[in-house]
């Protein structure tokens, strides 16, 4: 799966740009390539020393479920779709839509498969899997925080 996700991520930067829908509003594609860069930063500051770039956690770990980690349960998959989601709109590229896509997927099986591991590696996982969005907050907790 990571080697997939990074021959993705060649050919998201190896299509050109211009072959796509009309430049939609610099500025959204600015913030969402930003917001992008800026989830993942907070993320890697979050986990720490249990970084790892495959989908089982390191044998030192701990559950992480602070910070960004209380609302999303993947931020740095979130960052990276919408860094990814950002140049594909300011390039106005169908072909780096579509593999923006391809990642959503990718990242939806990985990160399956990633938390069967975190299951078996601490069991408040389930509670937290409820508790928690996978890419983005769940709404029923957004509302419930207001």
């Given at each position: 799966?990571?080697?997939?996700?990074?021959?993705?991520?060649?050919?998201?930067?190896?299509?050109?740009?211009?072959?796509?829908?009309?430049?939609?509003?610099?500025?959204?594609?600015?913030?969402?390539?930003?917001?992008?860069?800026?989830?993942?930063?907070?993320?890697?500051?979050?986990?720490?020393?249990?970084?790892?770039?495959?989908?089982?956690?390191?044998?030192?770990?701990?559950?992480?479920?602070?910070?960004i980690?209380?609302?999303?349960?993947?931020?740095?998959?979130?960052?990276?779709?919408?860094?990814?989601?950002?140049?594909?709109f300011?390039?106005?590229?169908?072909?780096?839509?579509?593999?923006?896509?391809?990642?959503?997927?990718?990242?939806?099986?990985?990160?399956?498969?990633?938390?069967?591991?975190?299951i078996?590696?601490?069991?408040?996982?389930?509670?937290?899997?409820?508790?928690?969005?996978?890419?983005?907050?769940?709404?029923?907790?957004?509302?419930?925080?207001?």
């Amino acid at each position: 799966m990571v080697i997939l996700q990074f021959l993705l991520f060649i050919i998201f930067i190896v299509f050109p740009a211009g072959f796509g829908p009309p430049l939609i509003f610099p500025f959204i594609s600015f913030i969402l390539t930003v917001g992008g860069l800026l989830l993942i930063a907070i993320s890697l500051f979050h986990l720490g020393s249990n970084i790892t770039p495959f989908p089982t956690p390191v044998n030192h770990s701990t559950l992480i479920t602070h910070g960004i980690y209380k609302i999303i349960r993947h931020p740095i998959y979130t960052g990276i779709l919408f860094i990814t989601l950002g140049i594909a709109f300011y390039t106005a590229s169908y072909p780096r839509l579509a593999v923006t896509a391809l990642l959503f997927i990718l990242f939806h099986y990985k990160s399956r498969y990633e938390e069967q591991m975190l299951i078996e590696k601490f069991p408040g996982y389930v509670d937290y899997k409820l508790n928690t969005g996978r890419f983005l907050p769940k709404l029923s907790k957004l509302k419930n925080s207001k």
